[in-house]
């Protein structure tokens, strides 16, 4: 879970003056029904629920808003959407805002090609468009081919690729679709040459069960299939029991071979791959979030064959590569900040393994759980990117570990999404995000260290504007946190500059600047944006992930605070001038922090968030998160998310900052009811007359829009949000 790290193409400089956009005090709230400066909110019943906890009462008195598909939760939905859209279209910049973003917006953004006997396949979606188209190229140089566009081969405009992965020989590739903001895949085949299609669709895959692992000769793949849910109960069912199955390519799905599957561990998540040689499948398996992991491996070349399991779970563990029984493999037992060793699979045991790779004062990239991760065996050669106080540094060594390469990677920004390539080809393919760069993918050559570009989304916008500097704070335990502050060239520290805050925290994902065209408009406004390193991240490693997480949490919040409190006390900014952000998991941290330091912030916007943390895990995919956040089962780690659970902890007649919270009506990762149970508690408690509103993004799923057009929308209407909490009035 993680936030939406989409990325975007500026399509023109700034091109006009902010003092005008800005202009005048905002006196929004006349605009809108009140009573007495408060907005009239809709009627929100309160039912008698409480449970108890290991003894403890627990009220959930809008627990009814649960049942999403109600007609009587639909109506309170259309009414608090109704009563936020009336809001911000008061606005008087709104429309110039609009106008700005979808310049922003404008881009053509690619996909990480995947390379297969010379062919290089990757998606491109057209600026202004939402399907990805996927092209074929048959040399670096020639020009692409388009090979597969679904809203002209399957007549579907509501169909995207999600995925796609050629055979070894290049002849096919698999490609995995979804309808709407739908988490749940189904699985097609497409002929290079003829751009055939087979007739035969797999179901059943979900985006928890990552991608597919062809056999050497292309006769067919393993896949990781879930149970489908029954029609209209996708965005509350729960996902668990995956199974590992081969698919035979031209065979009905029927007939796929049963393979492995661990029903006594329900929350299981694998992943499948096969080695470059053809002769082993590796399976990983890892319990819900849990960094630790098993491998298993099965000899192809041998009939049957058994699976064997290699490494159990008591660290964490990524196969690299291999030289016939002889495996690569990434991990951090006994090294919180990663190592690789080698395992010879005629001696598996701990006392023969051989360390290529030490642990080094930096951290492998290699723990994320939602994206990031860099690390692989290329062009018989180990490609590492390590995390450097929150900077990626990649390094290039030879398979008995010795440094050969340092690659300078361009700017301020990282890798996102890892790297992309063959064990005996030299070329490796990698996605660059920065703050001024949507999206750039880079080839890397692993024996000269030298890359160039394969494809980028272009900008118009010139970098120099802007400056992005990374700074150090103590948090309440004296603990050093990074940070990066970002805002336009010759601002002026004099404590009144509007500040937008985000943390993450979870998950052992380190956080970065990336583009995001809200962001730019608003630091051309004058804004500042900050992105604080806070833990429960992976920025020192799997000891700082585990330093924010389960009953650790409440650490998080408070490096999020003190990121807060250092911006004021080096004059950035104020109290009534700074927005607390968090997105998806990092919601519940923004959501603590509001609450808990009220007097901190001037607003906050929290968008797709889990909120309730008590009940979580009862919905879609949520119960694979038990391992980071804890399960309100457990005493010890009930008492710890009731503590800091951010619908649990508002209190009647305290007055918090104005807030927004946004939801994708779709969502089946952090499902809206947690922004309904929210909103609806912070409106009835409200002591002062700040809004308390949700923002629905209508057909959305765990992002910010299904189109382009509403995407743009939302991001305009939490800018604006912002500029009337805040009240800004001129351009700094």
Known sequence: ?????????????????????????????????????????????????????HGIQVQDPFRWLENMASEETQQWINAQDELTGKFL??????????????????????????????????????????????????????????????????NDADAKITGYW????????????????????????????????????????????????????????????????????????????PQIYYHRVGTPQSEDQFVYATPEKSKTVFTVQTTTDGHYLIITAREGSKTENDIYYQALHF?????????????????????????????????????????????PQRAHWTEVIPEAAETIAGGSLVGGNALGFFGNRLVIMYIKDNRPVVKIFDRHGRVQKHVNLPGSGSIWGGFSGQQNEREVFYQFLGQTDPSSIHVLNVETGKYAIF??????????????????????????????????????????????????????????????????????????????????????????????????????IDDYLAAAEWLIVNKYTSPSQLAANGGSASGAVAGAAILQRPDLFGAAVIDR?????????????????????????????????????????????????????????????????HAYKFVAALQTAQGCNNPALLKMMWGAGHNFGATPAQIIDSLTDEMAFLVAALKMQTTK
């Open 166 to 241: 050629p055979s070894p020989d290049g002849r096919q590739v698999a490609y995995a679709i979804v309808k709407g903001q739908s988490s749940w895949r189904r699985l097609r085949i497409i002929e290079v040459e003829s751009g055939n299609d087979h007739s035969h669709e797999l179901a059943g895959l979900h985006n928890l069960g990552g991608g597919i692992a062809w056999t050497q000769e292309g006769k067919g793949f393993y896949y990781v299939r879930f149970a489908v849910p029954s029609p209209g109960n996708e965005m509350q069912a729960v996902v668990e029991n």
């Open 455 to 556: 494809r980028r989304s272009e900008l118009r916008l010139d970098p120099d504007h802007f400056e992005s500097k990374q700074v150090f704070y103590q948090s309440k335990d004296g603990t050093r946190v990074p940070m990066f502050v970002s805002h336009k060239k010759g601002m002026h520290l004099n404590g009144s500059n509007p500040t937008f805050i985000y943390g993450y925290g979870a998950f052992g994902w380190s956080s970065f600047l990336w583009y995001q065209p809200q962001v730019i408009a608003w630091m051309e406004m004058g804004g500042v944006y900050a992105v604080a390193g806070i833990r429960g991240g992976g920025e020192y490693g799997e000891a700082w992930h585990q330093a924010g997480m389960k009953h650790n949490k409440q650490n998080a």
């Open 89 to 154: 279209e008061a606005v008087p910049t709104r429309a110039v805002l609009h106008k700005r973003i979808s310049e922003l917006w404008h881009f053509d953004l690619y996909t990480i090609p995947a390379k297969a006997n010379g062919r290089y396949f990757y998606t491109k979606t057209p600026a202004g468009k939402s399907q990805p188209v996927l092209y074929v190229q048959e040399t670096r140089n020639q020009k692409p081919r388009m090979l597969l566009d679904l809203s002209r081969h399957l």
């Open 609 to 673: 968030p889990a909120l309730d943390m008590i009940r979580f895990e009862k919905f879609t995919s949520a119960g694979h998160w038990i391992h980071e956040f804890g399960s309100a089962q457990n005493p010890d780690e009930f008492k710890t998310l009731y503590a800091y659970s951010p619908y649990h902890n508002i209190k009647r007649g305290q007055c918090y900052p104005p807030a927004l919270i946004m939801v994708g009506d779709r969502d089946q990762v952090t499902v809206p009811l």
């Open 303 to 347: 009939t049957p064959a058994k699976i064997e399991t290699l490494l159990h779970a008591d660290a964490a563990y990524t196969f690299l590569g291999n030289e016939g029984s002889r495996f690569w493999i990434y991990s951090d037992l006994n090294a919180p900040r990663g190592r690789v060793v080698v395992i010879d699979l005629a001696q």
């Open 1 to 53: 879970m993680k936030r939406s790290y989409s990325c975007f193409k500026v399509a023109m400089m700034f091109t006009f003056s902010f003092v005008a956009l800005i202009a005048g005090v905002f006196h929004l709230y006349a605009q809108n029904s009140k009573s007495n400066g408060r907005l009239i909110y809709p009627n929100t019943k309160q039912v008698d629920q409480v449970d108890e906890y």
